[in-house]
């Protein structure tokens, strides 16, 4: 989606505001679009995520980031040290959601190109350290 293709977009929603990153040929693009009734404050963002503080009409804070994990493999080690200090931000509950471009196990995955299994322990151990679900 263009910058424009999504300016259109955020003014048919009637959204409170946007936070965009473009793609960089086929890799990343992302966005993240919230109500009027909440504050959004970008904390960080790359071709690969956008991270931000969200506080809540009730005061709740929590850290929301949109996540796209690095599409090579040889490159995704990169992605998970970016999850990695991404979740030593401690502003409040973290969620943290888009695409890992991972499996979580080998049965997850079908079609000709299978995940190796080091590659699945690396995802496995960074979900862990994160505390992600």
């Known amino acids: 989606m263009t910058a424009v293709q999504m300016g259109g977009l955020v003014r048919r929603l009637g959204v ?24 959004v404050v970008l904390l960080s963002s790359s071709s690969g995520h956008i991270d931000a503080r969200v506080t809540f009409p ?26 990695r200090r991404l979740s030593q931000v401690d502003i409040g509950p973290w969620m943290c959601c888009g695409d890992f471009n991972e499996t979580l196990s080998v049965d997850q995955k079908s079609g000709p190109r299978l995940h190796s299994v080091g590659q699945i322990e690396d995802f496995q151990r960074i979900i862990d350290t994160c505390n992600l679900l």
Do not use: A, D, M
């Not at 409170?16 to 504050?39: A, D, M, N, R, Y």
């Not at 929590?62 to 040290?81: A, D, V």
């Open 16 to 39: 409170g505001g946007v936070l965009c990153v473009l793609s960089e040929g086929f890799f990343g693009g992302l966005c993240i679009l919230w109500k009027p009734t909440l504050q």
């Open 58 to 83: 009730n005061s709740f804070v929590s850290q929301i980031t949109g996540f796209y994990g690095q599409p090579n493999p040889t490159r995704r080690i990169h992605s998970w040290e970016l999850l």
